[in-house]
């Protein structure tokens, strides 16, 4: 039976104000991102089965693992990105004349949350991102004009207490 006389005092969980977030271009820089509205990520293991007679179930393979990520960021934070990429995209020579190519650049994203109080840094990192594309939904008032990104990543892997990068395949 569960002892209901005592209960944690103190205690605080991950929120959005714990959150930083660190973009890393490959020969570019390290961009601390503090204009994110909103980011969202997943990741799944698609496995096949294997089924005996009968259609029961016997086996499973090992699977295929897929990932997807998006965030909703301001228009400042938007175009601190996409100058890293363009830097980096210069740099790489993938110009058209005056157009450079920063879809074809990929960078990692590293997320970090440490609680009020906590020495624990939670880490959740999205390596081999690419900008497959953004939009704009602008209407008159007062908001902040925000644009959501995609950014297809390769993996995304999370940091366990021992050190380790856990993914699912």
Known sequence: MADTNTFSVNVHECSWADLQCTLNVPGGKKIDI???????WSRKLEVGDSRG???RLRK??????SCDASGTLSRGGW??????LEKASVQRGL???DKVAIGL???DFLLQHTPLGD??????RLSGCRWL?????MKQGNEADMIESTLNPMEIATKSGSGNWLVLA
């Open 133 to 137: 594309g953004d939009s704009s939904d």
């Open 34 to 40: 503090a204009d994110f509205e909103n980011i969202k």
């Open 53 to 55: 007679i009968g259609g």
């Open 119 to 124: 020495s624990r840094i939670y880490q959740v």
């Open 95 to 97: 110009m058209r004349g």
């Open 105 to 107: 650049i990929g960078f």
């Open 79 to 84: 175009m601190l990105i996409l100058e890293a």
């Open 60 to 65: 499973r393979t090992r699977g295929t693992p």
